[in-house]
């Protein structure tokens, strides 16, 4: 008889968590260590739970791969402590319980920070140390990355017949973070061979029994549950979770009612909600059908689609110019909003507003977005980065942009804080611009984060940034292929200096779908020359440029007019390759990028007499 014969029979009862136990004991730091360093204290927590009712334990494994060992630099010892792990919990079993290896996942929201070779690699070592020492089957827990989990559940089915089970996690009831219903998910699991499905972590028991409403039994596979036992509360500096077990013992009969045939605990539980559970389920007799409550079906209120054609669109069928006018450092909006009319009366397609680029804090490019549409008419291009809004915040201040109306985003992921006024603040970063192109996409579509539907479409046109300034410039162009397929519908460059490396540019990315500005950046003195030169990683302005800015160092009308000419010619060689020029306006210097808008305006007008007249 093994595990998944008692399955058929019957409910089986597993523990309770591992980690928020040592915790509560005192232990702040790798818990997966403790197999080494104090391994009667982690067979002590397995025989509680076996001498609770749990049937079956899992290894005190959960974190212990290369990546999550790197962070106490213990990533040289993945083998030594999964081996640990494994004779603790046989030594606490003594074949009174099933001994599960378990594996958790690594991808959370930064999704592209774990690249899906990493994933496998890191999950392959563990894996066959697990194996090696004699599991009787594998749990892959706290998957809140679907693509992740299918990954190493496929490498998993193809290496050991033991019973796998595969847990994902859910950030919001029913669906899993890209707004995949839970139900779908679980037969896919089970189509790629788990033997046991279901969900584990984040949610208590609440949401997951509303969740598991929406879920069928499985035809082959068992279904697992491991709540955890509450909402953890902040008090004191640590987190805390508190439930009654006369809570859990009640759900626990509700998890039975929805067919599940494995139930176990997750983050707060203890000893004692398995033996509340125990209780509820003495007989252990399981039910066999169930009726699947229909999932509401997403109402999704098509976003009133806006005349206006994108600024992609527009720069597929036409000559388009946009231009960046950062929002002011100091407070007062006089001469930036004077430079906003300027550039309006020249006649340009967007404003682009910075995010605090350089990361020194300016005024929020949303309110200064509100007031230039609100006021002067124009269409704000806004810039959002990753570096100063947590996954909470992004998705707030998407929902608000989607509010005002604002639909053009350039999504980064911003410079870090190191570099600006404060570099003590904290750079974010819970998403990269791979990310955030794909959560805004997203929007797009209706769904949150978390897979919630948002009740209407957002109308987001998605552009990104590319960065021609490298040594590899065809690496640069892989960045720009993989925000393509994260969903970016158009890039800006950072300014380029040379004609030569805009004919680069031009060759290596013809073969996009996508149009690209191209960013000019008019030189306003030598020493802005000498430092963008010098100073600014990636930008090389030639010998000639500089010679001709330090020619007229102190003056500051020669400047302007040699800073200007530098500029034109970089737009001449732009203008038959790109339809789509990015000016970007130095200093608040409007009078430069406002003279580049009807130099552009006049070379386009010229160039249509041309055409006009010669046919
Ligand atoms: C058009 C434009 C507008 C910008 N606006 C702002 C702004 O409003 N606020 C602000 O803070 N910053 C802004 N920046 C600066 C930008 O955040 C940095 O230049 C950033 O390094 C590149 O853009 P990204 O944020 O999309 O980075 P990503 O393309 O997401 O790159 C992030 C990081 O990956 C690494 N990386 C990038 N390219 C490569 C490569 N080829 N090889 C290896 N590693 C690489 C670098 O460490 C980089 O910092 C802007 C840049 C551009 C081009
Ligand atoms: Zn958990």
Same mark, same amino acid.
Request: glycine content about 6%; hydrophobic content about 40%.
């Given at each position: ?40 204290? /982690? ?35 993945? #083998?030594? =402590?999964? *081996? ?13 319980? $099933? ?14 920070? &774990? ?12 894996? $066959?140390?697990?194996?090696? *020492? ?8 706290? !998957? !809140? ?60 028991? !609440? ?39 006369? $809570? ?25 909600? =398995? ?21 509401? @079906? ?29 929002? @002011? #450092? #100091? ?10 009319? +300027?550039?309006? *009366? ?45 996954? /909470? ?59 919630? @539907? ?9 552009? +990104? ?36 490396? &805009? ?13 690209? !500005? /191209?960013?000019?950046? @008019? ?5 802005? +020359?000498?430092?963008?030169?010098? *100073?600014?990683?990636? =930008?090389?302005?030639?010998?000639? /440029? ?43 210097? %409007? ?16 160039? #249509?007499?041309?055409?006009?007249? %010669?046919?």
């Amino acid at each position: 008889m093994g595990l998944l014969d008692d399955l058929k029979e019957r409910i089986v009862i597993a523990d309770g968590a591992m980690g928020t136990l040592l915790y509560a004991h005192g232990i702040d730091r790798c818990f997966e260590e403790l197999n080494v360093t104090k391994p009667e204290e /982690i067979v002590h927590i397995h025989e509680a739970y076996i001498e609770s009712g749990a049937e079956v334990i899992q290894t005190n494994t959960y974190g212990a791969n290369y990546v999550k060992l790197a962070r106490y630099g213990l990533q040289d010892d993945v #083998k030594k =402590i999964n *081996e640990a792990a494994v004779g603790l919990a046989k030594r606490a079993a003594k074949g009174r319980a $099933y001994v599960l290896g378990t594996i958790g996942g690594l991808r959370s929201t930064n999704k592209s920070a &774990i690249s899906l070779e990493e994933v496998k690699r890191t999950f392959r070592e563990q894996l $066959y140390v697990l194996l090696n *020492e004699g599991v009787d089957g594998l749990l892959l827990e706290t !998957y !809140y990355d679907f693509e992740e989990l299918q990954t190493v559940l496929s490498i998993a089915r193809k290496e050991t017949t033991l019973p796998i089970i595969a847990h994902v996690t859910l950030h919001d009831i029913g669906v899993l973070q890209h707004g995949m219903p839970l139900a779908e998910a679980l037969t896919e699991l089970e189509r790629l061979g788990a033997d046991v499905v279901g969900l584990n972590c984040h949610l208590g028991p !609440y949401h997951m029994l509303r969740s598991l409403e929406e879920v069928p039994i499985p035809t082959r596979a068992f279904l697992s549950v491991y709540p955890n036992a509450s909402l953890p509360q902040y008090r004191d500096g640590r987190f805390i979770y508190e439930t009654s077990e006369q $809570y859990f013992e009640e759900t626990a009969r509700a998890f039975r009612e929805q067919g599940v045939r494995l139930i176990g605990g997750c983050c707060g539980t203890t000893p004692k909600h =398995i033996a509340a559970i125990a209780r509820a389920l003495s007989d252990r007799t399981p039910v066999y059908k169930k009726e699947v409550k229909q999932r509401h @079906p997403i109402v999704v209120q098509e976003e009133k689609q806006t005349t206006a054609p994108s600024l992609a669109d527009i720069a597929r069928t036409r000559r388009s110019i946009i231009v960046e006018l950062d929002p @002011p #450092k #100091k407070l007062g909006l006089t001469t930036f909003l004077e430079g906003a009319k +300027a550039l309006k *009366e020249a006649n340009i397609d967007a404003l682009t507003l910075a995010d605090n680029s350089l990361a020194t804090p300016r005024i929020s490019n949303v309110a200064v977005g509100t007031i230039v549409k609100q006021q002067l008419g124009m269409r704000p291009l806004i810039h959002i980065t990753c570096r100063d809004r947590n996954l /909470i915040g992004l998705q707030s201040h998407l929902m608000g942009l989607h509010t005002l109306g604002m639909t053009d985003v350039l999504a980064l992921t911003g410079d870090p804080s190191k570099v600006g006024d404060f570099p003590g603040a904290t750079s974010v970063y819970d998403l990269s611009s791979f990310d955030l192109i794909s959560l805004i996409r997203q929007f797009n579509e209706g769904l949150s984060y978390s897979g919630k @539907p948002l009740g209407q479409k957002t109308n987001f046109s998605i552009a +990104a940034a590319f960065n021609p300034n490298v040594r590899h410039l065809d690496k640069a162009v892989k960045r720009i292929e993989k925000k393509i397929e994260c969903g970016a519908h158009y890039f800006l460059t950072q300014p380029l200096y040379s004609e030569k490396q &805009i004919e680069d540019v031009y060759e290596a990315t013809k073969h996009l779908p996508t149009p690209i !500005y /191209i960013g000019i950046m @008019p030189l306003t003195s030598a020493r802005n +020359a000498d430092f963008l030169h010098h *100073e600014v990683p990636g =930008i090389t302005l030639s010998d000639d /440029i500089r010679n001709r800015m330090a020619m007229c160092a102190n003056d500051r009308v020669q400047s302007t007019k040699e800073g200007l000419a530098i500029a034109k010619a970089l737009i001449d060689a732009a203008f038959d390759l790109f339809q789509g020029i990015y000016l970007i306006t130095p200093f608040l210097r %409007y009078d430069m990028t406002v003279e580049l808008v009807r130099y552009i305006h006049e070379k386009e007008r010229l160039a #249509k007499e041309r055409t006009v007249y %010669y046919g």
